[in-house]
């Protein structure tokens, strides 16, 4: 069973930055797909970007060079690096893994409060 938990959250002001990393453990990372999704407030909850063990990523457009994610496969994790973050950027940030050979995200960390104040 796949553990996910994030850090990295808080506050910040627009224009500024911030770094969610998510520490996946339970199972074997390198056969998982890793991806971040956010929900604000009264939204839907929204894809924002994914990472394959073999390097493939996909980054909304909203977020198309503001927003990075890689993965250490040595260390278990998975990062959002967010730079030049707008108000519209807040919500709860959520990692989220799915096995290679699945469609299904099934497995959650609980989630990250991230704020950007105008």
């Known amino acids: 069973q796949v553990q996910l938990v994030e850090s990295g959250g808080g506050s910040v002001q627009a224009g500024g930055s911030l770094r969610l990393s998510c520490k996946f453990s339970g199972l074997t990372f390198i056969n998982y797909v890793m991806a971040w999704y956010r929900q604000g407030s009264g939204k839907e909850r929204e894809l924002v970007a994914v990472?394959?063990?073999?390097?493939?990523?996909w980054i909304v457009d909203s977020v198309k060079g503001r927003f990075t994610i890689s993965r250490d496969d040595v260390k278990n994790t998975v990062t959002l690096q967010m730079n030049n973050l707008k108000p519209e950027d807040t919500a709860v940030y959520y990692c989220?893994?799915?096995?290679?050979?699945?469609?299904?995200?099934?497995?959650w960390g609980r989630g990250t409060q991230v704020t950007v104040s105008s």
């Open positions: 989220a893994a799915r096995h290679r050979a699945s469609d299904e995200w099934n497995s």
């Open positions: 990472r394959a063990s073999g390097g493939s990523t």
